[in-house]
């Protein structure tokens, strides 16, 4: 199961690896252009499946759009194997103002098996910059520090402009 999978970048590669992979997103929009056989649109808070449903549950660069404290759980209910994640971290995108979760309370909950954090740069600026996040459907910043209009104006106001990024497996068996 991808969780939060959105139009399908991390879909597309697990269909390399099987063919039964599920994807679930809250955007019908999304939804639609993801690859999976199966789709089903709900909240990440709240999987509407039984639990051991799946034997994985992964998840890359969602789970900071919603309450990731209920949607790990949740993850981990449905998953009989375990959980796969990449999940942006407090120091991603600093001067925004985005509301990333702290990597130390991700773990806390998660006790995961194997963790690391990596800082992944975004390789363009500018207008490229706001056209990626459009394109992802990821270009909400409920905090408003920064409105789109202002980063194009001024992209030095952004003093990161990559990613700290939280990778975790957890394996259930």
């Given at each position: 199961m991808d969780v939060g999978a959105g139009v399908g970048l991390l879909?597309?590669?697990?269909?390399?690896?099987?063919?039964?992979?599920?994807?679930?997103d809250i955007s019908f929009k999304s939804l639609k252009e993801n690859p999976a056989p199966r789709k089903v649109l709900c909240n990440a808070e709240r999987l509407p499946f039984k639990s051991g449903s799946f034997d994985w549950s992964v998840s890359s660069f969602a789970l900071h759009w919603c309450d990731w404290k209920r949607a790990l759980p949740e993850m981990e209910r449905v998953s009989r194997e375990g959980l796969l994640l990449a999940l942006p971290v407090k120091g991603s995108l600093e001067g925004i103002g985005f509301p990333f979760p702290p990597p130390e309370g991700v773990l806390k909950l998660l006790k995961?098996?194997?963790?690391?954090?990596?800082?992944?740069?975004?390789?363009?600026?500018?207008?490229?910059?706001?056209?990626?996040?459009?394109?992802?459907?990821?270009?909400?910043?409920?905090?408003?520090?920064?409105?789109a209009f202002e980063i194009l104006k001024n992209p030095d106001r952004v003093s990161f402009y990559g990613f700290k990024v939280l990778f975790a497996v957890k394996f259930l068996k």
């Open positions: 879909t597309e590669r697990l269909l390399e690896l099987t063919p039964s992979v599920s994807a679930c995961p098996n194997r963790y690391w954090v990596e800082d992944l740069e975004i390789p363009f600026r500018g207008r490229d910059f706001l056209l990626f996040f459009k394109r992802t459907g990821t270009g909400k910043n409920p905090n408003k520090l920064l409105s």
